[in-house]
């Protein structure tokens, strides 16, 4: 008689697992816009751009309230960089560029690269990491932005900005 | 006795500022420019935020022999990465200061295998670096000894 109870405490246990487990995901696409700056001069080679994201989870998804728990997984879809249509420079002056996100509670992840860039113009698409989880960032007040541009030839200017789009596709616990 | 509290407040206060000065002079000295014992790579170790992380600014042999062009991070297990070029790629990543000449939680990436190991940094004296790799346990290990690149000091013209 024991047994039975067990057994059926047991069943109804892994049942509940299982609900829990299955929870309802939802995906949605959210995209951060931000403006990397760098101070010169700037050398042969990689170079670092930088921008803080104050993360904002009530304004990042029209029409979804949600919180840093409920998020599952944060992929991303598209990463694209630009040079200020004003600025003297083109993108004829760089080998290759990287965007990596960094902060204090997460570690430091590559999340596009392009190399070459054999384009003329200011705007470019990078090629975004299919794998690549960085829901951990959404988790934290803020994260930095990293842009990488590798310089062909020292450059003596005083500073450099980049406009960076991230499009992310959010997995939401419902 | 106002005064004496106010004192001891500011006594206090300039200790302390002090102190987060020092632990900052500390933690930087890991900053700088680092040659692992093969010669084959320098690494540029700089700060980001509050975190240690060190790029290859040099290849001794900066071209792929197969490809004839710049070296691309091949081994990468995300396959989608694999055109990162090893010049500027970030193989010491997320280290923080933690005491008595140490530097911790952080990795380093291994280019020649695609593989990424918790590692360790102790700073033996200003110009010697133990780059400890490991995986899991600290003895489950490997250590290098990475020499800081002096700039050549410039000559006196006669």
């Not at chain 1, 760089?94 to 860039?117: E, H, K, R, Y």
């Not at chain 2, 990468?76 to 090893?86: A, H, I």
């Amino acid at each position: 008689m024991m047994a039975k109870y067990f057994r059926l405490g047991f069943i109804l246990l892994a049942f509940g697992l299982i609900l829990t487990a299955c929870g309802k995901t939802e995906e949605h696409e959210a995209t951060i816009s931000v403006k990397a700056s760098g101070n010169g001069p700037f050398f042969a080679g990689p170079n670092s751009l930088m921008a803080n994201y104050t993360v904002d989870l009530a304004s990042l998804i029209e029409g979804q309230s949600f919180t840093a728990a409920d998020i599952k997984k944060v992929g991303v879809k598209a990463v694209n960089v630009s040079i200020p249509t004003t600025d003297s420079i083109g993108l004829d002056s760089f080998n290759n560029v990287g965007v990596q996100l960094v902060s204090d509670n997460a570690p430091m992840t590559n999340i596009a690269i392009l190399n070459p860039i054999n384009t003329e113009g200011t705007a470019v698409v990078l090629n975004s990491s299919a794998e690549v989880d960085i829901a951990d960032f959404f988790k934290q007040e803020s994260f930095t932005i990293l842009v990488d541009w590798d310089f062909k030839e020292d450059s003596w200017r005083a500073n450099l900005n980049s406009n960076v789009e991230l499009q992310l596709n959010f997995k939401i616990k419902k | 006795m106002n005064k004496s509290l106010f004192g001891i407040l500011i006594i206090a206060i300039s200790a302390f500022t002090f102190s987060s000065f020092t632990d900052d002079a500390e933690a930087d000295r890991l900053i700088g420019i680092w040659e692992p014992s093969h010669g084959k790579a320098k690494i540029k170790i700089e700060k980001i935020g509050s975190k240690y992380y060190g790029k290859i600014v040099w290849l001794r042999e900066p071209t792929d022999p197969e490809t004839g062009a710049p070296k691309v991070d091949k081994n990468n297990p995300d396959e989608s990465m694999r055109s990162t070029p090893l010049r500027g790629y970030r193989i010491l990543k997320d280290f923080e200061y933690t005491d008595k000449d140490e530097w911790s939680e952080g990795t380093i990436y291994d280019p020649e295998n695609g593989s990424t190991y918790n590692c360790i940094i102790k700073m033996s004296d200003e110009n010697t670096l133990d780059i400890r790799g490991y995986i899991g346990i600290q003895t489950l290990g490997r250590t290098d000894v990475w020499k800081r690149l002096k700039m050549p000091s410039k000559k006196k013209k006669k």
